[in-house]
């Protein structure tokens, strides 16, 4: 049985693993060493909430296809898409909207709908903030929990490391900071370390998938919205984000069969449990 592989080996493997009763252990050793070589050859990267909390849900009805994920990467949305046009990995996670290039150049599906949560210590009294609020905290024009309603305290915004290509750092400064630069932030490689600082830290805020919540946080409301699947699906909470799993054309057999299962009902039932469908 394959292993998960070390982080530095991060591609995730789409294959069926098949290897009859009795085969010789010669050749049974063979096929392991050409199994082990494809592994490296190709795979996943991308988007850490699809690595993290999509694809292990989805694993078992894709072994029932006869495929099966090893390993899995999750060193973010645009070094994923920089994998896939290199043919490094068969297959990446985006949780930002694609551009009219991308869409024209890849092979790309949408599977579902992410609610970026904005995180704050349990006992924070902020019961929320607007989009202008969250512009003004994160390109560093408002310092103080004061400012917004809170207590006497300087406002840390924590973010993944801005230059890293992540989702959540692009998807919030087009949806909160109309673009515009973010100012000084403390910053971590990945989303669950932003979350573990905001938990034993009172004045920090954060955002990412709200798939990621963790005990010691709780997600204010945006715009008197708060993130919950019916009002991502209603539009009503202003920081929803696509779900794309994308590839380059023409994409492998074992995409394809990953593509049609996360639209199947099946697929979609799956993405419900912690996102909102897409279909």
Known sequence: ELTMLPRMF?????????????????AAEAYQVS?????????????????????????????RLGYRFAAIGERGTNKGIEAVRAGEVDVAGVMREL??????ELRWALVGHDALGIFVKDGNPVPGLSRAELKGIFTGAIRRWTEVGGA???????????????????????????????????????????????ASDPTA???????????GVRAIAVD???P?????????????RPMYLVSRRPASAAVEALLALLASPDGQAVVSRRFTPGR
């Open 152 to 198: 006497d305290a300087p406002v840390l915004p924590v973010t993944e490391l801005k230059t890293g290509g992540r989702g959540t750092v692009l998807e919030l400064r087009r949806l909160a900071l109309g673009g515009e630069e973010y100012g000084a932030t403390k910053e971590y490689e990945d989303a669950p370390d932003c979350l573990r600082h905001v």
């Open 10 to 26: 991060w591609h995730v493997l789409l294959l069926a693993v098949c290897v009859a009763p009795g085969t010789p252990a010669r």
């Open 224 to 226: 008197g919205a708060l």
């Open 99 to 104: 551009s009219a290039e991308e869409k024209a």
């Open 228 to 240: 919950t699947a019916v009002n991502v699906r209603a539009g009503r909470y202003p920081l929803g």
């Open 35 to 63: 199994t082990i070589s494809s592994l490296l050859a190709g795979g996943y990267d991308g988007a850490t909430t699809i690595g993290l909390h999509l694809l292990p849900d989805v694993a078992p009805l894709y072994e």
């Open 205 to 215: 805020v954060t955002a990412a998938s709200m798939s990621m919540a963790i005990a």
